[in-house]
């Protein structure tokens, strides 16, 4: 027993090395100089830990002489942009999901089972084939530049995952509540928003933070689909850092350190949430 | 107490005046907001690519675009590109899967066991979920970086290696790593399912073992595998799908190479489709991605609904 | 419009249709194109991203001066420019003004994204004095499709220090003195493997300066490959190639290396002998990018027999306009402004990335500047030996050059012979200038 309970923490710690190392690289990385950044052996502890990478995204001008400089001015921009699209799809997949996952969940309609297969089979289609043709339905749509674009883009991406999450969840909810509800006169709406999603919390979070996540990293469309520091995304920003002309480990390594934060602080957040809302989904399915 | 399935629509409204054909009506209206999206967005740029992937077209002379029906298909088939990117990508997908749900399952294991510390460890497990993709592949790039990169100082100063190497360079190795990298990135998701079946596990089933000392190896083998089966098989149809159309990592640490070593499937249609700008090509090999995993997904749903309890 | 009076349904038609027949087959409303109408002109310029902040002060300058005309320029990453482009123009969204690079001007010329600019008024006065690798990079057809912006050519690198420590006092000349002098850091124990050569997918530009370094050539003019026996050079380098692998001098990571990561490792101090960019040199020399600040020297190519011609690939970008621009006037004023000479010199002076005026080689100031982190001599000296790549205007280039580079490499890890895999090359040429 006890040398289960040592041999525990050890395989812990070992989890913990694995999950933390490449990042803990990684910050190391921000907080050195360039010129840190090529020593061999590398510095594990940093001689001169600088912040000036992070400071250099708050105060933008002081890194006027670097390559970079333009990125780092643009990034605050492009991380609301990511959040506001991140939340946004997070919020679409919670309502849009919710309906149709009720759907499959409650009622028995023609063609449910097969409505169900395509919404999977669309998770299987590789971006990369329809990049120029939904270029084309978007500039159609005038929807080009705009930030709406990628919403309407990533929801269709994470969507289907959604409401087959949601629905396995859906179908755990005993039918009582309902009924109970229905018994204290309550419409079908107003059953639904009292009674029966509130039961559901933890999926329609794990839904929530699922679509974030996916949406948040998203890189080729907000890419293709949106122009200039504006309105672009996070990773597009990124990406100018690991570009061959402006290569600055520094900057590189501090930009990926704050894209992880937001993400991470959501997870974070909803953790308790997230295990039982992907339970259903896992178990039943 | 139990509503019976065949009750279609017993909580729908209090009022029974409702014409029927709304009632009937009532679950597309539900999903009409996810169809018109999907058909605006995915089944309409499909066809146009379908279509597209039935003519010889080039980005490079857009003016021409003669019909060649299913050329690009049967071109893409006895291509040794093709067969060499599906090579890569199965031996991918396969290694990436199975090391996600090995990995996945330890983590799990460990996560719910009762021990001090693990709360800290269900915080850690959403490092790697929290880095976007694009970050994920320029952080394996400076761990492996053959002059300044983490890997090399660590194992020279153990003592393991003389000098720097280049790992990427070896063509064996250069397709492990991708697979390390992207295993590290989708492990979190897969241990969060695998968790969430591992905590919905009735007590009554590990209760009856406690009274019968059955030993912990005879547990985890007698309730909890058979248990997960069902969350092990969505993990791997959903990492299947990833792991199909992974691209980020191929661009950014190996660009397809050494050789022809990590060109996936996925990197040769976004090299034929952007980079040699052939639209019609590009379409035909997305297609047959999309073909395989759609082979591959029917394989695993049919493992799973085959006790016949899909809705 | 052009594209609609050559009888064929052209490229937008084509998606046009398609998107017609799609939206109404999906019940999707069809939002009509609008055209902005502003009173004064606005125009949509878009290039890549190096030092954007530079090309948006020389704009403001430019509407100081203009007070009609704003223009809002846009960068994009430049890994994924072309993708970008192309996405834009398929898309039929295109930019006013747009970069371009030398490599993909014969192809958005046939294409029709970009226009030729010899109709404009005073376009000749633009081409005079340009230093003669960048006046052949603007032009396909017969005709000139842009001005300049900058452009470069690939210079050979040593680091003088290691050599120093090594005792050897001449840099090298040809590639057998490379080979003995790395031969003799090895054995000092000073680096492993002292010798870089960028071997990546995406790193060509180096094999083909390599090619010219020794007076080689590739393509005939109509396309067919002279390699591996019609000229020689080519087999003879890759052989000297795997003899350095096989001997360890040959960094192996090379087979992974475009200029970048070569850049870095002449940076880190671990390499003795690379290509690179020639304006590369401003960020190794710099002591705050670099672990080696001083140390790197640039010579002329090195060539296999010592009569050189030590030759390289010298490449421009220029500026140009696109057939849809509406307002031709003033996106001609914009292109003339942005390229003039006066920008070049301010440009150089920043960044130290060459420019496509002869003259300014004399210029007090670009020789005080390029002082500084190299020398203005080799600058112009290798500038005059450098040429536009043979294959530029070739549309199945960029596919031929990633399996040729495959080749390369896969001969270099000693998984092919040298000759096997520039035969392969060959035969890949062959049918892919047939298929075109």
Redesign the interface.
């Known amino acids: 027993m006890k040398i289960g309970g040592i041999a525990i923490y050890v395989f812990m710690l070992l989890a913990a090395l694995y999950l933390l190392a490449p990042v803990a690289w990684m910050f190391l990385l921000s907080i050195m100089t360039q010129s840190e950044a090529l020593s061999v052996p590398p510095h594990w502890i940093p001689h001169a830990a600088t912040f000036d990478n992070y400071a250099a995204f708050f105060n933008p001008s002081a890194r006027q002489a670097t390559m970079g400089a333009d990125a780092i001015a643009a990034m605050p921009r492009a991380m609301l942009n990511s959040l506001i699209v991140g939340l946004s799809v997070a919020v679409a997949n919670i309502v849009l999901g919710s309906m149709a996952a009720y759907s499959f969940a409650r009622l028995r309609f023609r063609g449910s089972g097969v409505l169900m297969l395509a919404y999977l089979v669309s998770r299987m289609i590789p971006a990369i084939g329809i990049m120029i043709p939904l270029y084309v339905v978007l500039q159609k749509l005038g929807l080009l530049n705009n930030i709406f674009s990628l919403i309407l883009v990533e929801t269709t991406e994470t969507l289907p995952f959604s409401i087959w999450l949601l629905a396995g969840y859906f179908r755990t909810i005993p039918r009582d509540i309902e009924e109970a509800a229905r018994i204290d006169r309550c419409n079908w709406l107003q059953a639904m928003l009292k009674v029966f999603l509130p039961a559901a919390t933890p999926c329609l979070i794990a839904t929530g933070v699922f679509g974030f996540m996916s949406s948040w990293g998203s890189f080729l469309y907000p890419l293709l689909f949106t122009s200039g520091t504006g309105n672009t995304t996070m990773p597009v920003i990124i990406s100018n850092f690991a570009t061959d002309i402006n290569a600055d480990y520094g900057l590189l390594a501090t930009s990926g350190m704050l894209a992880v934060i937001p993400p991470f602080v959501l997870a974070f957040w909803f953790q308790r949430w997230i295990v039982s809302g992907f339970t259903a989904g896992a178990v039943k399915g | 107490?139990?509503?019976s399935?065949?009750e279609?629509?017993?909580?729908?409204?209090?009022?029974s005046g409702q014409p029927p054909i709304w009632r009937?009506l009532?679950?597309?209206w539900?999903?009409l907001?996810?169809?018109?999206?999907?058909?605006?967005?995915?089944?309409?740029?499909?066809?146009?690519?379908f279509?597209?992937s039935l003519h010889s077209m080039?980005?490079?002379?857009?003016?021409?675009?003669p019909f060649v029906g299913l050329d690009n298909y049967l071109t893409a088939l006895v291509s040794p590109e093709f067969l060499s990117g599906l090579v890569v990508t199965l031996k991918f997908s396969i290694a990436s899967v199975l090391l996600i749900v090995v990995l996945g399952l330890?983590?799990a294991l460990?996560l719910n066991?009762p021990?001090r510390?693990?709360g800290?460890?269900?915080?850690?497990?959403?490092?790697?979920?929290?880095?976007?993709?694009?970050?994920n592949a320029?952080?394996?790039q400076?761990?492996f970086?053959?002059?300044?990169?983490?890997f090399n100082?660590?194992l020279?100063?153990l003592g393991l290696i003389s000098?720097?190497?280049?790992w990427?360079?070896?063509?064996n190795l250069?397709l492990v790593i991708i697979i390390i990298a992207h295993a590290?990135n989708h492990v979190p998701l897969a241990t969060?399912?695998?968790?969430?079946?591992l905590?919905?596990i009735p007590r009554e089933l590990y209760e009856a073992a406690m009274v019968d000392r059955t030993s912990r190896w005879r547990v985890l083998r007698a309730i909890t595998l058979p248990w997960l089966l069902?969350?092990i098989m969505?993990v791997m149809i959903?990492q299947t799908?990833g792991a199909?159309?992974a691209?980020?990592l191929f661009y950014?640490l190996?660009?397809?190479?050494?050789?022809?070593s990590t060109t996936s499937l996925?990197w040769l249609?976004?090299?034929t489709?952007?980079?040699?700008?052939?639209?019609g090509m590009?379409?035909a090999?997305?297609?047959i991605?999309?073909f395989i995993?759609?082979l591959v997904?029917l394989v695993y749903?049919r493992g799973?609904y085959k006790r016949g309890d899909?809705? | 419009m052009k594209l609609f009076d050559n009888g064929a349904l052209s490229r937008r038609n084509f998606l046009r249709a398609g998107v017609a027949l799609g939206a109404a087959g999906a019940g999707l409303p069809l939002l009509g194109t609008h055209t902005a109408s502003a009173s004064s002109v606005a125009l949509d310029f878009e290039g890549w991203n190096y030092d954007p902040q530079f090309q948006n002060q020389v704009l403001a300058d430019f509407t100081a001066q203009h007070p009609g005309v704003s223009v809002n320029f846009v960068a994009e990453p430049a890994a994924q420019y072309i993708q970008k482009i192309v996405a834009r123009f398929v898309g039929n969204n295109p930019p006013d003004l747009l970069y371009v690079r030398d490599q993909t001007v014969a192809d958005w010329a046939d294409s029709e994204y970009i226009r030729p600019i010899n109709d404009l008024p005073g376009w000749e006065e633009h081409i005079k004095g340009l230093i003669p690798f960048h006046l052949s990079g603007l032009q396909y057809n017969g005709k000139v499709w842009g001005l300049p912006y900058y452009g470069d050519h690939i210079a050979y690198i040593y680091n003088a220090d290691i050599l120093k420590k090594a005792g050897i006092s001449t840099p090298p000349v040809t590639w057998s003195d490379i080979a003995d002098q790395a031969l003799a850091i090895k054995k000092a124990g000073l680096l492993e493997h002292p010798v870089m050569f960028p071997l990546k997918n995406n790193a060509g530009l180096h094999w083909w300066s390599a090619v010219y370094g020794s007076g080689g050539s590739i393509f005939a003019a109509d396309g067919s490959p002279k390699f591996p026996d019609e000229d020689p050079v080519s087999l003879q380098l890759l052989e000297w190639l795997v003899k350095a692998a096989q001997d360890g001098i040959l960094d192996p990571t090379s087979v992974q290396m475009g200029t970048a990561e070569g850049r870095l490792a002449l940076a880190s101090g671990q390499i003795a002998f690379g290509s690179s960019a020639r304006y590369d040199l401003k960020v190794i020399n710099d002591p705050k990018t670099s672990k080696v600040p001083g140390q790197a020297k640039q010579v002329l190519f090195p060539s296999l027999t010592a009569s050189g011609p030590h030759g390289t690939v010298g490449w421009t970008q220029m500026f140009s306009i696109s057939s849809d621009a509406k307002n031709l006037d003033e996106a001609w004023q914009v292109l003339q402004y942005i390229s003039s000479l006066e920008v070049a010199k301010r440009y150089y002076l920043k960044n130290g990335v060459g420019y496509a005026y002869e003259s300014l080689d004399h210029d007090p100031d670009i020789i005080a500047e390029t002082s500084r982190w190299s020398d203005q001599a080799m600058f112009a000296k290798q500038g005059e030996l450098a040429k536009a790549r043979e294959y530029i205007t070739f549309s199945w280039a960029a596919e031929w050059e990633d399996f040729h580079m495959q080749q390369l490499q896969q001969a270099v890890v000693g998984r092919m012979a040298a000759r096997d895999a520039l035969q392969a090359s060959a035969d890949k040429a062959v049918q892919l200038k047939k298929s075109a």
């Open positions: 107490m139990t509503v399935q065949a279609p629509f017993a909580l729908a409204n209090g009022a009937r009532f679950p597309y539900l999903n907001p996810s169809i018109v999206i999907l058909l605006g967005l995915v089944a309409y740029p499909v066809g146009l690519s279509w597209i080039s980005f490079r002379r857009p003016n021409r675009f330890a983590l460990l066991v021990a510390g693990r800290l460890l269900r915080a850690l497990i959403l490092v790697p979920w929290a880095i976007p993709p694009i970050v320029t952080l394996w400076l761990i970086d053959p002059h300044v990169g983490a100082g660590l020279v100063q000098h720097y190497q280049s990427l360079t070896d063509p250069a590290w969060i399912i695998l968790l969430a079946a905590q919905a069902r969350p969505i959903l799908m199909v159309k691209f980020d950014v190996t660009g397809g190479g050494p050789g022809n996925a249609t976004y090299q489709t952007f980079v040699y700008l052939n639209a590009g379409a090999y997305s297609y991605i999309m995993t759609l997904a749903l799973l899909v809705e």
